[in-house]
């Protein structure tokens, strides 16, 4: 039972902040050239895949019940800065986008993700 009501938090959740994220797009796309809007839609998308992937990532591991949480949780940084930086490499050679703001956009997204991130998971661990 607790298991289906957190695959329906994270599924909520993900799909509450793809909406807010899609308007979000949306209203970039209008407001700012294109080199701009496309940096800060793409670096939104990517904070967003990496925060998904995370939380299934968590729940998965939670799923297997293993004991060995450090582990997970490292493996868990290694791949974000393994995927990130094969991003960033290929964000800077195909030069699509202003660097810059997407860096600066990415870091945005990705403090406000894991702020999110960090509060369902000490959420579930504090209030059983």
């Known amino acids: 039972m607790a298991q289906n009501q957190d695959y329906t938090r994270i599924r909520n ?3 509450i902040i793809l909406a807010v994220l899609a308007l979000l797009c949306i209203a970039v796309f209008f407001l700012f050239p294109s080199d701009i809007s496309l940096a800060i839609i793409i670096s939104s998308l990517l904070a967003f895949i990496v925060f998904t992937a995370t939380l299934v990532y968590y729940w998965w591991i939670s ?3 293993l004991v060995n949480a450090a582990r997970s949780v490292m ?3 290694v791949a974000k800065i393994l995927f990130l930086g094969a991003v960033f490499y290929l964000v800077i050679r195909l030069e699509l986008v202003n660097m810059m703001v997407f860096a600066v956009s990415f870091v945005i997204f990705f403090t406000i993700f894991l702020n999110i991130e960090i509060f369902m998971i000490y959420k579930k661990l504090l209030f059983k």
């Open 75 to 77: 493996i868990s940084f």
């Open 63 to 65: 799923q297997k019940k």
């Open 13 to 15: 959740i993900t799909l």
